[in-house]
């Protein structure tokens, strides 16, 4: 128990490898082209040298237990035994059962997926009742200890709170998971005592969820479980890490706990400091400092962070320097960029500059600032544009303002002639292996842009051929030129910057490389229109054009700092708006303007909240803003919880939602109804995140569930979200599904 923690830490690193290695050998074994020996000998790989590299950066405190085949939340489920029956009566391998759990099978569908805390990672909620029984299962921790050990590296093991796990799970029998805290403490209790006897000095506990509001019982919770694992003789020393913002009131509680070391985010949550201050003697505990940022690319001001790191040591006995939140939110390694602009790589730092920056402060806060360097330059000039700023200055309320809904749906009907329950998809479809060969061959210089093109519409033909054998009423043309739906606007937008390996986990074996917004936005061509009228010109049934809107946008790249993200919101939603009107002149009448990170990004105070959600909302009706009343516009929510978020919803004003949820079995309707939403809802009826294909009478039951909410003039039919990661076998099985589900209905 005497182990001091050490004078830099991180809170977690990037576990899919600086290529992806973990990516390709996770979902060579779903194919079965490899088998559980060789997909663990990858993750070993990944995980030691995960550890020398820290090692080798002279951090003084390593984490383990990071790593995860899927998600760190589903671990700490199985490490606390919370295996739901449905998957464990399927007589699985352990690790199969845990990828039943993350993609579902035939029999089961999956846990629901859903955003962790505000960043582009989704999680897998946990579900838990009653008769849950919570066992200790520590034994991929006590794994990656003996693995990390046989190495030399001593490490701290980390998992998910037992307070945070309880509030991010779901009672499936009406049955409030936190009610459940103290049992679940005992299964803590036992893996601690485990981890004890294995030789492990310290443990990080994550409790994230208590930066957002929470009750007085929650935050007495939390104080009961640490007081109570923390008057255990058999354990390591406790590290509580928070991130994501300030902690507030739970901070005090915290502090009158046993535990010898916290973790707080001063990053996004500097309030934290003044709370530490105000909060008097800290007895002996270890203050871990979030002075470099998690969530963002940018290089940390370390003379700025260093002061801040200051003032922690004047209030505790002991500081210890640390990252925000885990890196995994950022990508690997910036050194392998070699084709970013130099003024922009110079203001960067990925995970392992990160670390650097971790090293560099824990020695500054120890021994002074004078072996740190200056602070970043100021941005370029050449990265501003006064034209863009010009006509930003200029916007009036009119311009965020449609007709009346009422006269849109008329003149719309008049025009579109759909049925109810009208079917369609939500916009990509699968990206073959062939498609993402022929985007290869471009970079490589073996396929030039007209053979790219005709490959493109190729794809295209064949998707709308598809569709209409299929009998979906609103097409779309697949996306098969997209890359990534963010990623695909940022490389033709001014002000953004692409990255060659900058890939990011979002969930499972899904990563993407988010674009980095440095300078201001603008478009300088028509980015979808040749696309949308090429496959508008080969049907009669009306086809989708597909944006992603300003929120996500934002919210799935790394977004400057120097100016309000309202601002920057603003100059991609007048670059959409230009996108609307020049589809809306080619004939295009139905435009999806997809905004799945509105909740995503919502603050988790609620103090915070309605300025977000005013610049969020008039970013997108400055986007859609310009169309026509007879011009349809779309847009598409998925991964979240949108309670939270109904009346933005509904004040994005977009005359069709389409939301995820079918793993949340609907749940979005009972909240529209009570909010008086009066414009086309399509909630998703097949979880396109699994790669089971639902039945029809499955469907037919969810549209039963969905008429009983929605008016069948309303409603639409659609997948959860883009089907660009399946594979044609299932989409064309499970659409056919969804057409006769909707054509029963219409009939019943």
């Given at each position: 128990?005497?182990?001091?923690?050490?004078?830099?830490?991180?809170?977690?690193?990037?576990?899919?490898?600086?290529d992806?290695?973990?990516?390709r050998?996770?979902?060579?074994?779903?194919?079965?082209?490899?088998d559980?020996?060789?997909?663990?000998?990858?993750?070993?790989g990944?995980?030691?040298e995960?550890?020398?590299?820290?090692?080798?950066?002279?951090?003084?405190?390593?984490?383990?237990?990071?790593f995860?085949?899927?998600?760190?939340?589903?671990?700490?489920?199985?490490?606390?035994?919370?295996?739901?029956?449905?998957?464990?009566?399927?007589?699985?391998?352990e690790l199969?059962?845990?990828f039943?759990?993350?993609?579902?099978?035939d029999?089961?569908?999956a846990l629901e997926?859903?955003?962790?805390?505000?960043?582009?990672?989704?999680?897998?909620?946990?579900?838990?009742?009653?008769?849950?029984?919570?066992?200790?299962?520590?034994?991929?921790a006590?794994?990656?200890?003996?693995?990390?050990?046989?190495?030399?590296?001593?490490?701290?093991?980390?998992?998910?709170?037992?307070?945070t796990?309880?509030?991010?799970?779901?009672?499936?029998?009406?049955?409030?998971?936190?009610?459940?805290?103290?049992?679940?403490?005992?299964?803590?209790g036992?893996?601690?005592?485990?981890?004890?006897?294995a030789?492990?000095a310290?443990?990080?506990?994550?409790?994230?969820a208590?930066?957002?509001?929470r009750?007085?019982?929650?935050?007495?919770?939390?104080?009961?479980a640490?007081t109570?694992l923390?008057?255990?003789?058999?354990?390591p020393?406790?590290?509580?890490?928070?991130y994501f913002?300030?902690?507030?009131?739970?901070?005090?509680a915290?502090?009158r706990?046993?535990?010898?070391?916290?973790?707080?985010?001063l990053?996004?949550?500097?309030r934290?400091?003044?709370?530490?201050?105000?909060?008097?003697?800290?007895?002996?505990?270890?203050?871990?400092?979030?002075?470099?940022?998690g969530?963002?690319?940018?290089?940390?001001?370390?003379?700025?962070?260093a002061?801040r790191?200051?003032?922690v040591s004047?209030?505790?006995?002991?500081?210890?320097?640390s990252t925000?939140?885990?890196?995994l939110?950022?990508?690997?390694?910036?050194?392998?960029?070699?084709?970013?602009?130099?003024a922009?790589?110079?203001?960067?730092?990925?995970?392992?500059?990160?670390v650097?920056?971790?090293?560099l402060l824990?020695?500054?806060?120890?021994?002074?600032t004078a072996h740190l360097?200056?602070?970043p330059?100021?941005?370029?000039?050449?990265?501003r544009?006064?034209?863009?700023r010009?006509?930003?200055a200029?916007?009036?309320?009119?311009?965020r303002?449609?007709?009346?809904?009422?006269?849109?749906?008329?003149?719309q009907?008049e025009?579109?002639?759909?049925?109810?329950?009208?079917?369609?998809?939500?916009?990509?479809?699968?990206?073959?292996?062939?498609?993402?060969?022929?985007?290869a061959?471009?970079r490589?210089g073996?396929?030039?842009?007209?053979?790219?093109?005709d490959?493109?519409?190729?794809?295209i033909?064949?998707?709308?051929?598809?569709?209409?054998?299929?009998?979906?009423?609103?097409?779309?043309?697949?996306?098969?030129?997209?890359n990534?739906?963010?990623?695909?606007?940022?490389?033709?937008?001014?002000?953004?910057?692409?990255?060659?390996?900058?890939?990011?986990?979002?969930?499972?074996?899904?990563?993407?490389?988010p674009?980095?917004?440095?300078?201001?936005?603008?478009?300088r061509?028509?980015?979808?229109?040749e696309?949308?009228?090429?496959?508008q010109?080969?049907?009669?049934?009306?086809?989708?054009?597909?944006l992603t809107?300003?929120?996500?946008?934002l919210?799935w790249?790394?977004?400057?700092?120097?100016?309000p993200?309202?601002?920057?919101?603003?100059?991609?939603?007048?670059?959409l708006?230009d996108?609307c009107?020049?589809?809306?002149?080619?004939?295009?009448?139905?435009?999806?303007?997809?905004?799945?990170?509105?909740?995503?990004?919502?603050?988790?105070r609620?103090?915070?909240?309605?300025?977000?959600l005013?610049?969020?909302?008039?970013?997108?009706?400055?986007?859609?803003g310009?169309?026509?009343?007879?011009?349809?516009i779309?847009?598409h929510?998925?991964?979240?919880?949108f309670?939270?978020?109904?009346?933005a919803?509904?004040?994005?004003?977009?005359?069709?939602?389409?939301?995820?949820?079918?793993?949340?079995r609907?749940?979005?309707?009972?909240?529209?109804?009570?909010?008086?939403?009066?414009?086309?809802?399509?909630?998703g009826?097949?979880?396109i995140?699994?790669p089971?294909?639902?039945?029809?009478?499955?469907?037919v039951?969810?549209?039963?569930?969905?008429?009983?909410?929605v008016?069948?003039?309303?409603?639409?039919?659609?997948p959860?979200?883009g089907l660009k990661t399946?594979?044609?076998?299932?989409?064309?099985?499970?659409?056919r599904?969804?057409?006769?589900?909707a054509?029963e209905?219409?009939g019943?």
């Amino acid at each position: 128990m005497s182990t001091p923690f050490g004078q830099s830490t991180v809170l977690g690193y990037p576990r899919i490898g600086g290529d992806r290695e973990l990516k390709r050998a996770v979902e060579a074994y779903w194919a079965g082209r490899i088998d559980a020996a060789a997909l663990e000998e990858t993750a070993a790989g990944l995980r030691a040298e995960v550890w020398r590299t820290l090692r080798d950066a002279r951090l003084d405190a390593i984490p383990s237990n990071t790593f995860s085949y899927y998600d760190h939340v589903l671990d700490t489920a199985v490490a606390v035994g919370a295996v739901p029956p449905r998957f464990a009566r399927l007589g699985l391998s352990e690790l199969d059962t845990y990828f039943a759990m993350a993609r579902g099978v035939d029999a089961e569908p999956a846990l629901e997926l859903t955003k962790w805390f505000g960043t582009n990672y989704h999680y897998l909620v946990p579900e838990i009742d009653a008769g849950t029984t919570f066992a200790a299962n520590p034994g991929k921790a006590l794994g990656e200890v003996a693995q990390a050990g046989a190495l030399g590296i001593a490490t701290r093991p980390v998992l998910v709170g037992p307070a945070t796990f309880l509030l991010l799970a779901k009672g499936t029998d009406g049955t409030d998971p936190f009610v459940r805290l103290d049992d679940l403490v005992e299964a803590y209790g036992q893996i601690l005592a485990l981890l004890a006897a294995a030789g492990v000095a310290w443990v990080q506990l994550d409790e994230p969820a208590y930066v957002a509001d929470r009750t007085p019982p929650e935050i007495d919770g939390l104080r009961r479980a640490y007081t109570r694992l923390g008057q255990l003789r058999d354990r390591p020393r406790l590290f509580v890490a928070t991130y994501f913002g300030d902690l507030g009131d739970a901070l005090p509680a915290l502090l009158r706990t046993p535990v010898e070391a916290i973790g707080l985010d001063l990053v996004a949550g500097p309030r934290n400091l003044e709370r530490l201050a105000a909060s008097g003697p800290l007895g002996g505990k270890t203050i871990v400092a979030g002075l470099v940022d998690g969530h963002n690319v940018w290089r940390t001001d370390l003379r700025t962070a260093a002061v801040r790191g200051a003032t922690v040591s004047a209030l505790a006995d002991h500081v210890a320097v640390s990252t925000s939140c885990s890196l995994l939110h950022v990508p690997v390694d910036l050194s392998v960029e070699t084709r970013l602009d130099p003024a922009l790589h110079e203001r960067l730092a990925f995970a392992r500059q990160k670390v650097d920056e971790v090293v560099l402060l824990g020695r500054a806060v120890r021994d002074g600032t004078a072996h740190l360097p200056p602070a970043p330059a100021p941005i370029p000039a050449a990265w501003r544009d006064a034209s863009v700023r010009a006509r930003l200055a200029a916007l009036t309320p009119a311009d965020r303002q449609r007709g009346s809904a009422a006269v849109r749906a008329r003149v719309q009907q008049e025009r579109l002639r759909l049925p109810d329950l009208p079917t369609t998809t939500i916009g990509s479809f699968p990206q073959t292996p062939e498609l993402r060969r022929a985007r290869a061959a471009v970079r490589a210089g073996g396929l030039d842009a007209a053979g790219y093109a005709d490959r493109m519409r190729e794809e295209i033909r064949h998707v709308i051929r598809l569709q209409e054998d299929l009998g979906l009423d609103v097409l779309v043309h697949g996306e098969p030129e997209r890359n990534d739906m963010v990623q695909y606007f940022g490389e033709q937008l001014s002000g953004f910057a692409a990255t060659e390996r900058g890939w990011v986990q979002s969930y499972g074996s899904r990563c993407v490389r988010p674009p980095i917004i440095h300078g201001d936005v603008a478009r300088r061509a028509p980015m979808t229109v040749e696309w949308s009228t090429y496959a508008q010109s080969l049907t009669r049934k009306p086809v989708k054009g597909m944006l992603t809107g300003p929120v996500t946008i934002l919210a799935w790249s790394f977004v400057r700092t120097d100016q309000p993200p309202a601002d920057t919101a603003d100059q991609v939603a007048l670059a959409l708006r230009d996108e609307c009107a020049d589809l809306e002149a080619a004939g295009i009448g139905v435009i999806q303007v997809d905004e799945p990170a509105l909740r995503e990004t919502l603050p988790l105070r609620e103090a915070d909240r309605k300025a977000y959600l005013d610049w969020a909302v008039g970013a997108f009706r400055l986007a859609t803003g310009g169309v026509a009343d007879g011009t349809q516009i779309h847009t598409h929510l998925c991964y979240s919880e949108f309670g939270d978020v109904i009346t933005a919803i509904d004040a994005l004003d977009a005359d069709v939602t389409s939301i995820e949820a079918a793993r949340s079995r609907l749940e979005i309707l009972d909240d529209l109804a009570a909010a008086g939403h009066g414009r086309g809802v399509g909630p998703g009826v097949w979880d396109i995140h699994s790669p089971r294909v639902p039945s029809r009478d499955e469907i037919v039951a969810a549209l039963r569930r969905a008429v009983a909410a929605v008016p069948a003039q309303r409603l639409w039919v659609n997948p959860d979200c883009g089907l660009k990661t399946r594979g044609y076998p299932e989409v064309e099985a499970a659409l056919r599904h969804l057409v006769a589900a909707a054509a029963e209905l219409r009939g019943a």
